[in-house]
């Protein structure tokens, strides 16, 4: 590990040593200690002390929300509840002088119509008013109350009156009476370091990089991850604490993908990767199996906790992009060679002007027929969101809230007044009473300009719709007993700014199946675009006009760049595609696989100083990046293994035994029958129903073996073995790794005399396995696999020797 990387770690596990219990909803274990540095309040001008909610050093059952500090300035404590008080965060405050102290708080009545969140704040054990119910719109001061004290420590606590959703920015106290804290945002930035004391000026340089991924989405992870193996040095910047994005511990929104759809289809490369490591990881965190792989990569450093709120630009080219701390607001920057959009919002590109796509297009713009008539500035809207164990095992996410049965009597549920109002006639197939993806808000308003509007409009619906199903649904008594305990404040957004590539891909690319000549990996999800109205749709079912299945379709990676800034590429639901396009593109593991590509890509091209239009203008250039994405496992139709320097193309294959017509597990199969040749024709995978692998004869026990030989001896280092991990949908996490998947095996090499053992596993939990070894002089390779994680038949798709 590099010092930079070590200091790195040690400053993270500062600011999490002081853990606290949570009962927040869906909190995997990466998730338990994050809370700011504990922080006393700061007198840096005389007179008065100013205190941050989030430095409080037991945050009670109170939240840490830092998903708006781009606009509002600051993390913030949220009463995240479910309509009863939360347990009070508390903290000590040193008064430096006796008398009379007035205390500010910083606070929203984020529904001035009705004032749902309120608290008070108690200092040594006095309350003092009640707060958020200001009426009016927008962070500002409130008077919390003043204190006759004792020059000394005192108790402080935020008290939650209403488990509402009570929010504290920062707490002012001071002994002049005559001054009021100002309320407008840049005004209040400016207090804020005034009195605390923060240099305005000062920006930490973090060093200056190859590839500058901001964002550690499934896009961001694959572009970082791929570009640090193939040897760039990378920097991922993100504003969150755990890696995953829409997937991590956070919001717990499964890996999913063509699988949905498509037969064999799950996705290859650093996205099976990972999944693979979830089904072991704690909590059958995704989050957790990123973490490792990023820190297994000595050129890839993790920046968590960080904000991009600008770039500095040299010309048209991006030249670092600079970050605030969500934690303590200090500020860092990065200057890198490429840098790589990965917000999901497009919020880079925003900074240095790329063009770029915002809400729907028209019909006749691309010839949509899907679209609308005319063009609007409407997006699809998020969800509340938040992982459990549960989702993780069983693979379906819960949307907003946890219910749980109480016991045997009835729990009545009042909606509250403040909820929002479900349209007359309103009703749904609800298929999990637990939460549903369809619980949106109508995009009436720009939650781009207003994101935290659009999280508390979702808390208001989640409310709404669980009153109606203890009221109104007809399967209400399956839940008479049932009670809210917890929702979540995180919301999962699905759509922001799309950057504009040289290429714009629209629904009839997918709809027709395209393929690119620079394609670099593929869709299958359906055209899911979602209504509009969201929940204001009386008997909507979720969907845009329909949902229409797409075939196999591949992207192309001209989509994956700017059209107009060369230096800056892109990966996730901000590529370059139309409204309705994303509504297959958008989902995760598809996006990895765009992560992927571009990653490689970016440090094939850094190697030779080229930028992205160059590169891709080059047809030589992209057939090498379809091959060492291949090679990586990342699936490509129509692409097969075309490297010349894998010796394993032109070798024998022979095998211990062979799965028989009578014994295949899937006899109808008439295409590329399961052979021992298979795993040298150049496609690492089944196709639909072609077979692509060899599969052993189950009638006859394990071990069995696999023998590559070569017509003459060969020079060889390096033995990469592709298995079975079964590319159909995700096995619950929990259960034992596919069974397919070899457990236990042995690579073995002859040199003319004897084998030797250049590799063995005893608990493999990959589908791609590379070993590399001293290089020698060898005739022959064997893979010997001695145990399975189930199967009878020991399973290989393909073998590489370099």
């Known amino acids: 590990m590099t010092k930079e990387k070590t200091l790195k770690s040690a400053a993270i596990a500062a600011a999490c040593a002081a853990l606290v219990s949570s009962s927040a909803f869906g909190i995997m274990k990466e998730l338990q200690g994050f809370r700011a540095p504990h922080g006393g309040a ?7 002390l100013w205190l941050e909610a989030e430095n409080f050093s037991d945050y009670g059952e109170w939240r840490l929300d830092t998903q708006f500090t781009h606009k509002m ?23 430096p002088k006796s008398g009379v102290w007035r205390a500010w708080a910083r606070t929203k009545d984020w529904l001035p119509e009705y004032h749902p969140g309120k608290f008070k704040v108690s200092v040594a054990g006095k309350p003092g008013r009640e707060l958020g119910a200001s009426g009016k719109d927008g962070w500002r001061w409130e008077f919390a109350g003043e204190w006759e004290l004792p020059a000394g420590e005192a108790d402080v606590a935020l008290v939650d009156l209403t488990g509402a959703f009570a929010r504290c920015d920062a707490l002012l106290f001071t002994q002049d009476a005559a001054y009021v804290p100002p309320d407008g945002a840049a005004e209040c930035a400016a207090a804020r370091l005034r009195f605390t004391g923060a240099d305005a000026e000062r920006v930490a340089d973090s060093g200056e990089y190859d590839l500058v991924v901001v964002g550690a989405g499934p896009g961001g992870l694959g572009a970082a991850i791929a570009a640090a193996r193939h040897g760039a040095r990378v920097a991922l910047v993100h504003d969150r604490p755990v890696l995953g994005g829409n997937a991590s511990s956070e919001i717990g929104v499964p890996t999913d993908g063509a699988a949905v759809s498509h037969r064999n289809a799950r ?9 693979l490591m979830s089904m072991v990881a704690p909590d059958f965190s995704i989050s957790h199996a990123f973490r490792e792989i990023a820190d297994s990569l000595p050129n890839l450093t993790v920046w968590d906790n960080q904000r991009v709120f600008a770039v500095g630009m040299d010309g048209e080219r991006i030249a670092s992009v600079e970050a605030r701390s969500t934690l303590d607001g200090s500020r860092r920057r990065w200057r890198g060679r490429i840098f790589v959009d990965c917000t999901g919002d497009g919020w880079v590109g925003v900074f240095a002007g790329a063009r770029r796509m915002y809400g729907r297009e028209a019909a006749n713009e691309y010839h949509e027929k899907q679209a609308p008539q005319k063009r609007d500035d409407l997006t699809m809207s998020g969800c509340l969101a938040s992982a459990t164990a549960e989702v993780y095992r069983y693979g379906h996410m819960y949307i907003g809230y946890k219910q749980r049965r109480m016991g045997d009597e009835p729990v009545p549920y009042e909606t509250p007044e403040w909820a929002r109002i479900l349209p007359k006639g309103f009703t749904r197939n609800v298929k999990h009473p637990e939460g549903e993806w369809w619980l949106e808000h109508g995009g009436r308003f720009d939650d781009l300009e207003d994101p935290e509007r659009a999280r508390d409009e979702l808390v208001r619906i989640v409310f709404a719709y669980w009153g109606w199903l203890k009221n109104n649904w007809p399967k209400k008594d399956t839940i008479r007993n049932n009670a809210l305990v917890e929702i979540s404040h995180m919301n999962g957004r699905r759509e922001g700014y799309r950057l504009v590539g040289d290429y714009i891909m629209t629904a009839n690319d997918c709809l027709s199946g395209r393929i690119f000549e620079d394609r670099i990996s593929y869709g299958g999800w359906p055209l899911d675009t979602h209504d509009p109205l969201g929940i204001d749709n009386p008997k909507g079912n979720g969907y845009w006009k329909h949902h229409p299945k797409v075939p196999i379709y591949t992207i192309p990676f001209r989509s994956l760049y700017s059209v107009n800034v060369p230096n800056l590429m892109m990966a996730g639901r901000n590529i370059s595609v139309t409204h309705i396009a994303l509504g297959s593109t958008r989902v995760e593991s598809t996006i990895l696989t765009l992560g992927q590509a571009v990653g490689t890509a970016a440090a094939e091209m850094l190697k030779d100083g080229l930028m992205p239009r160059e590169y891709a203008a080059d047809p030589k250039r992209i057939r090498r990046l379809q091959q060492l994405l291949l090679k990586d496992d990342q699936y490509i139709p129509k692409v097969v293994n075309e490297d010349p320097e894998d010796l394993a193309r032109t070798a024998k294959v022979s095998a211990t035994s062979t799965v028989s017509k009578k014994n295949s597990p899937n006899p109808k199969d008439k295409v590329h029958p399961p052979a021992p040749e298979r795993v040298i024709d150049g496609i690492s995978r089944d196709v639909g129903i072609e077979r692509h692998c060899w599969v052993s004869d189950p009638a006859k026990p394990l071990p069995q073996a696999l023998t590559l030989e070569f017509a003459k001896p060969v020079t060889a280092q390096e033995v990469r073995i592709t298995f079975d991990s079964d590319l159909n949908p995700l096995h619950p996490r929990g259960n034992p790794l596919p069974p397919t998947l070899a457990k236990a095996y042995a690579v073995e090499v002859f040199d003319g005399r004897e084998w030797t053992t250049v590799a063995a596993e005893k608990r493999n939990k990959l589908r791609l396995m590379v070993h590399k070894f001293s290089a020698r002089k060898i005739e022959a390779v064997r893979i010997r696999i001695d145990e399975t994680w189930g199967n009878p038949a020991a399973r290989i798709f393909e073998v590489r020797v370099y």
């Open 42 to 48: 700061k007198e840096a001008v005389k007179g008065f």
């Open 73 to 95: 300035g600051s993390a913030y404590l949220v009463a995240a509840g479910v309509l009863k008080p939360l347990k009070p965060a508390t903290t000590r405050v040193d008064f």
């Open 267 to 275: 996705e290859g490369g650093i996205c099976e990767e990972a999944n």
